[in-house]
């Protein structure tokens, strides 16, 4: 065996019961030389404990400013195969669905074109197509489209939207997660692949939130009910009496305690109800979100860099789901107009709104302040009055 | 088989085709679900890996849900997709765990098709309150920026927790995450426990790159604590870092290449825990640190491995049923928590960056 062939400390990662992705590498090495040379790489980080990639170089598909992330390895001489080992995101299928013959099809393609190996799916929800060189790159997207597969967003492009499995297979879900998402894929096209700006907007349809909307998201749309949660007093008495304490394990574990059990009825004060889930995760079959259901839009979310992580917070506490793609677009669209004259460059909306201040930024959005946005009023008292412009009292936003 | 169109193409296709975003996934869904699209009733739990979903109308969906190492071959794919003919009309899915999940309308094949998936090695479970898969990124399989590997430390992780992610006894769910440096690519700061790739030494500067490879306005911007300022060295415009200031969040490799943070010596990684997405009982929220930082230590990392299984088996004997891991904390409190654990408490747990004294003790509740 070559020598460089040789993944002493990789191998010791086959073993045990957990699926090896170093069995994936080997799989895919037996017949493509460039994931032979990955595997060769990583042997080597794992010896100098030391990353081997460069930093990414600017390349992509003709016309497109997203959608492949440049690699270059810093020890080539050693490693031709991955000289350039580029990846290309291609937008998945909302909900990641797939038929079979889809997957054939996309793997066939990748199997001409790249290293073999695959991510299913990527930290963004794309399909990452791990490695390839960047002549293979053009031919690999072409194909990809004649098969109806596009390419996802990277950079400071609008990232690829995703969305929770929703009304596909999920009963809690208040609003068609993945027909929303399909759609406001579709309609931002240009900026998920001509970098407009860094944002992404995550769908999901109920506060469990199942793809982490509230705290990845600039835009987290969560679904949401407004009127009583649908009851069914015989599958409550069910899972009583099949086990299941009720009162300690549902009603003492409501955040609103709105919820009273005397042993055979449970009464549900909802005006009371925060819609945090837990006692319809604990009982699905006895209750059911409300009938008049939409979604909740929070704005903001983002990891640490640059200073903190931000959570998204509330800004329109309820959206029919009717109105939800349209909403969207008009918010996404004053935003838009806002960060165009204001924004940064890389400057999330979160650190956007950090620095104008929350206020200065409704305004700019049109949007009034209502209290279901704030955890609880300032506690400082440095107010930042406005000049009396019309003879108003100063809390007009002219 | 589900036909799908397609056009195979040799060599160059013959017309470029630009801008038309993800196929529509309703010629993905199986029969049942379009059928029952927005018309679902309720599920149940058939056991770890197995659920069943009742629509309006009766009809029944169930799922088998895999661990998968989220990277695979081709030929594993292809694998799934054979097992997703053999057993359901060729429908399947993907989760947002980067677990695989078959979708069957006849119970009968659930336990044949669980049975073939473990004996190709893929366990079946991560539903309920079991451990599920770690979402993770890509570690030094293909990131310029990692401190660490990914794909390693899971695996190694995985291996010792798998007990928990075939069976749902644990008080609540466990959301682990691992981000191999702080872009964390992923929700690691809000996970039940996060394990985070570290820098501890300042970036090298390479004043012979500065000026052909970086913007030094931007790269001056980049830095949150304003520790690099524009120097002239050897007569060309560069950078100094101010070392007392840097806090190795690497920003500033990530607008500039010619700053690099990688150090075989310090990289690291640390442990992070309590956090939370769902907005179940208690609001979502971030994860704390636990151990400032463990070493580098491949191929199976076997500090990070102990240090994390530690906390699930001290959270799995002390929190109470639904509590997740900062709900239980909360009720605790951190002195027993780092009591409890074994882990040391040090002065890089007190925050000291922008909102710290949010997190300082201001009250005299106190348990003793």
């Known amino acids: 065996m070559d020598e460089k062939k040789q993944t002493k400390l990789l191998d010791q990662l086959e073993s045990g019961p957990w699926p090896s992705f170093v069995k994936e590498i080997k799989k895919a090495a037996a017949t493509n030389p460039a994931a032979g040379d990955l595997l060769g790489q990583l042997e080597l980080s794992y010896e100098e404990k030391k990353v081997h990639w460069k930093h990414g170089g600017i390349v992509g598909v003709l016309g497109y400013g997203g959608g492949v992330i440049g690699r270059y390895s810093d020890v080539p001489e050693k490693f031709p195969k991955v000289a350039h080992f580029h990846t290309l995101r291609v937008n998945m299928p909302t909900g990641w669905f797939y038929a079979s013959d889809a997957l054939r099809t ?48 990277s950079g400071s492009a609008l990232r690829t939207p995703s969305a929770c499995v929703g009304q596909a297979r999920c009963e809690w879900a208040c609003y068609d997660t993945m ?220 | 088989m589900v036909p799908m169109e397609t056009t195979k193409v040799e060599g160059q296709p013959r017309k470029r085709i630009t801008d038309i975003g993800p196929p529509n996934f309703e010629k993905f869904l199986h029969p049942l679900i379009k059928k029952n699209y927005g018309q679902w009733k309720y599920h149940e739990s058939l056991g770890p890996g197995r659920l069943c979903h009742v629509a309006e109308s009766g009809d029944r969906i169930y799922t088998v849900r895999a661990g998968s190492p989220r990277l695979l071959s081709i030929h594993t794919i292809r694998y799934f997709a054979d097992l997703a003919d053999k057993y359901c009309g060729g429908y399947l899915r993907f989760t947002s765990r980067n677990n695989v999940e078959f979708l069957l309308d006849d119970p009968a094949r659930i336990e044949p098709l669980k049975k073939e998936l473990e004996q190709a090695g893929f366990p079946v479970g991560g539903t309920n309150n079991a451990i599920s898969n770690i979402v993770h990124t890509q570690g030094w399989v293909h990131c310029h920026s990692a401190a660490t590997d990914a794909s390693g430390i899971v695996k190694s992780v995985m291996d010792e927790l798998h007990y928990h992610f075939t069976h749902q006894e644990l008080p609540g769910k466990i959301r682990i995450a691992l981000a191999c440096c702080l872009n964390m690519c992923g929700a690691v700061h809000c996970s039940d426990i996060a394990i985070l790739g570290i820098h501890r030494q300042p970036p090298v500067v390479r004043h012979d790159l500065v000026p052909k490879v970086c913007e030094v306005p931007t790269l001056i911007a980049s830095c949150p604590t304003g520790a690099i300022r524009p120097a002239t060295v050897d007569g060309k415009p560069s950078v100094e870092v101010i070392e007392q200031q840097c806090m190795f969040c690497g920003n500033c490799f990530t607008v500039c290449p010619a700053l690099p943070m990688a150090n075989a010596e310090f990289d690291g990684v640390s442990i992070w825990v309590g956090g939370k997405v769902s907005n179940a009982r208690s609001a979502p929220r971030f994860s704390k640190l636990a151990i400032p930082y463990l070493p580098n230590n491949p191929p199976r990392w076997p500090e990070v491995v102990k240090a994390v299984v530690n906390i699930v088996e001290v959270y799995a004997k002390n929190a109470r049923k639904f509590e997740r891991m900062g709900e239980w904390i909360d009720r605790i409190g951190w002195p027993k928590f780092f009591k409890l654990t074994g882990i040391e408490f040090t002065r890089y747990h007190i925050d000291d960056f922008r909102f710290a004294p949010l997190t300082f003790a201001r009250s005299t509740h106190i348990r003793f």
């Not at chain 1, 939130?209 to 008495?237: F, N, P, T, Y």
């Not at chain 1, 460059?345 to 650190?351: D, T």
């Open chain 1, 179 to 398: 027909g929303v998402c399909n759609h406001v894929t579709h309609h931002y096209q240009d900026e998920l692949h001509r970098p407009a700006w860094p944002y992404k907007f995550k769908f999901s349809g109920c506060p469990n939130d199942c793809v982490a909307s509230i705290a990845r998201a600039d835009l987290s749309v969560i679904g949401m009910w407004k009127d009583e949660i649908q009851q069914d007093d015989a599958a409550v008495a069910e899972y009583a009496a099949a086990g299941l304490d009720i009162q300690k394990d549902v009603c003492d574990r409501c955040p609103a305690k709105c919820m009273n059990w005397d042993g055979k009825k449970l009464s549900i004060d909802n005006p009371e109800c925060v819609h945090c889930m837990h006692c319809l995760n604990v009982m699905p079959k006895a209750l059911r979100p409300g009938k008049e259901r939409g979604a909740i839009f929070l704005l903001g979310a983002k990891a640490p860099i640059l200073q903190g992580a931000v959570l998204s917070s509330v800004l329109i506490p309820f959206v029919p789901a009717a109105e939800i793609v349209d909403t969207l677009k008009e918010l996404v669209s004053r935003i838009w107009e806002f960060w165009d004259e204001y924004g940064h460059n890389r400057e999330r909306v979160a650190e956007l709104i950090q620095r104008v201040g929350m206020a200065a930024f409704l305004d700019a959005i049109g949007l009034d302040p209502v209290p279901e946005m704030v955890a609880a009023p300032r506690d400082n008292p440095y107010i930042f009055f406005q000049k009396e412009s019309d003879g108003s009292n100063g809390d007009d936003k002219g």
């Open chain 1, 106 to 153: 996309i793997y066939d393609i990748w199997e001409r074109h790249g290293s073999g190996l695959t991510n299913m799916h990527g930290s963004t929800g794309d399909i990452i197509l791990l490695g390839t060189t960047t002549d293979q790159l053009e031919p690999a997207f072409q194909e990809l489209t004649q098969a109806g597969f596009d390419l996802g967003g």
